[in-house]
Nanobody, 127 residues
Framework: QVQLVESGGGSVQAGDSLRLSCVVSGLAFRAYSMAWFRQAPGKEQEFVGGISWSGGASTYSDSVKGRFTISRDNTKSILYLQMNSLKPEDTAVYCC????????????????????WGQGTQVTVSS
């Protein structure tokens, strides 16, 4: 069965960094575009960033652009999210997700474009 397991979250101070990991199993990881979403308290699920199946393209929400970097290791089937200069408004549960289709070019930002989801890892940023 398909499994996505996030890790790397924690409680940090504003300005600190964290690196989230998403270990994927049960599918051909290297053939799918991937993304990170987050859900802050009292808010809806929000697209954070995504990376194409080839790794040649990535995109980010305006709120994290320049601070977060998404990457993937196709040998280890791991998706990463490097988060720098963290702000209190970054506090959320972060989830990774798998695109619905094999080798679909580009990156999508809608929840409906993703089929499999991890359970999430909590990131808490204090001022």
């Amino acid at each position: 069965q398909v499994q996505l397991v996030e890790s790397g979250g924690g409680s940090v101070q504003a300005g600190d960094s964290l690196r989230l990991s998403c270990v994927v199993s049960g599918l051909a990881f290297r053939a799918y575009s991937m993304a990170w979403f987050r859900q802050a308290p009292g808010k809806e699920q929000e697209f954070v960033g995504g990376i194409s199946w080839s790794g040649g393209a990535s995109t980010y929400s305006d709120s994290v652009k320049g601070r977060f970097t998404i990457s993937r290791d196709n040998t280890k089937s791991i998706l990463y999210l490097q988060m720098n200069s963290l702000k209190p408004e970054d506090t959320a549960v972060y989830c990774c997700a798998v695109d619905r289709f094999l080798r679909r070019d580009g990156v999508r930002s809608r929840l409906e474009d993703y089929r499999y989801w991890g359970q999430g890892t909590q990131v808490t940023v204090s001022s």
